[in-house]
């Protein structure tokens, strides 16, 4: 009458053991790849908002500069006037040791 079922536990707990391992392999890769993607566009919208920043003064404030260059500790912020238009580029190497640019253009205010 009594049925001994310990194997039956057995291949049950290893089928959840599995799956539950089979989950964490699968989702800790995704949460990398998705904190890595974050933090670069946390910077890139850290530089864009520094080169609008930077280039603000010089549009309202009438100024055209001959290829101006501001090194930071970790970016390179060029300004250049071309064709009636003020273009300001700044350079960095992302999160993923890519070198990465970004220009803004504006036309001064006259």
């Not at 890595?36 to 549009?59: A, C, F, G, T």
């Not at 009438?62 to 300001?88: C, H, Q, R, W």
């Amino acid at each position: 009458m009594w049925k001994n079922k310990q194997g039956y536990i057995l291949i049950e707990t290893m089928i959840s053991c599995t799956l539950l391992f089979t989950c964490i392999m699968t989702i800790s890769p995704i949460l990398s790849l998705l904190n890595k993607e974050r933090m670069l566009l946390s910077e890139r919208i850290h530089y864009v908002h520094y080169l609008h920043d930077m280039i603000q003064p010089l549009l309202f404030e009438g100024i055209t500069p001959k290829d101006m260059s501001i090194e930071l500790e970790d970016a390179f912020v060029t300004f250049t006037y071309e064709e009636n238009l003020i273009k300001g580029c700044v350079n960095w190497k992302n999160a993923k040791r890519v070198q990465e640019e970004i220009c803004l253009y504006g036309y001064p205010v006259r």
